[in-house]
């Protein structure tokens, strides 16, 4: 993206010289684990980061929470290093509470809306208001949501919010670890909610939209030094370029809000 490069040119200067300052001009292994929601901007900026820095961002994805085999959570209590963790930020809060991430380093990235996806071609239903969504929603006879943040919200709040818990039962199952587009796209369920950031990477589906604002769930995204990181100074200077105003356009074009922050410290 030619937006991103030409933006970054002005930013690189400072992120060199932040690694100078911290002592990590030398190139750096910048180990990160990733949950999906960011990854679209972040697949995007990483390159201009290493080409800036000269260090290398070895990166593992995986769900905010849950207890699927590559869960952040997961990966950690297993012992797997790392130096960021990026992913739904009250999961990393979480982390920090049990002394997963080192305190104070913790940065809001963006807000993230949940959207609704349609197979390609298939009808869209009317999303404008909830009572819409609720008439969707029972219409349709299979509906997926995921096991991160906008599942929860979806299977725990939404639906009791709109009075269907019980209808939901039986047509609406939760995707652990496989992106619900993947599984609209395949025709294993008519609806599919998620992050609109992780469905916009997703072929084979339609977005619908937003969630209506009575119904909308906005998830922050935030970024963090793991405890025991090897390479601390690097990774804050990798949080601060994707907290600055290069990630900009990557992060708008990928379905999320920039929040503007202070950096790692």
Request: cysteine-free; charged content about 20%; overall charge neutral.
């Amino acid at each position: 993206m030619t937006s991103i490069s030409a933006t970054f040119r002005n930013f690189a200067l400072g992120v060199l010289g932040v690694l100078v300052l911290t002592g990590t001009s030398d190139a750096a292994e910048v180990r990160v684990m990733i949950s999906g929601g960011l990854t679209a901007a972040y697949k995007a900026l990483v390159p201009e980061f290493e080409k800036a820095s000269g260090n290398k961002v070895l990166t593992e994805y995986g769900p905010s929470m849950g207890t699927t085999a590559n869960a952040i959570p997961v990966r950690l209590e297993r012992g797997e290093p790392a130096d960021v963790l990026i992913m739904v930020g009250y999961a990393l809060s979480d982390l920090a509470s049990k002394g997963k991430v080192v305190a104070g380093s913790q940065v809001d990235l963006t807000k993230s809306p949940i959207g609704i996806a349609v197979k390609s071609g298939a009808p869209k239903p009317d999303i404008s208001s909830a009572d819409a969504v609720k008439r969707a929603l029972l219409a349709a006879k299979t509906i997926a949501y995921s096991d991160s943040a906008s599942g929860v919200y979806v299977s725990t709040e939404m639906f009791d919010k709109l009075g269907i818990t019980e209808a939901m039962k039986d047509k609406a199952r939760k995707i652990p670890a496989t992106p619900v587009g993947e599984i609209v796209a395949h025709g294993e369920a008519e609806l599919g909610f998620q992050q609109i950031s992780e469905l916009k990477p997703v072929k084979g589906i339609d977005i619908v939209g937003p969630l209506p604002d009575e119904l909308q769930k906005i998830t922050i995204f935030s970024a963090g030094i793991a405890t025991g990181a090897k390479e601390p100074d690097a990774g804050r200077a990798l949080i601060n370029f994707l907290a600055s105003p290069a990630a900009r356009d990557a992060i708008i074009a990928s379905g999320m809000e920039p929040i503007a922050a202070g950096g790692a410290r």
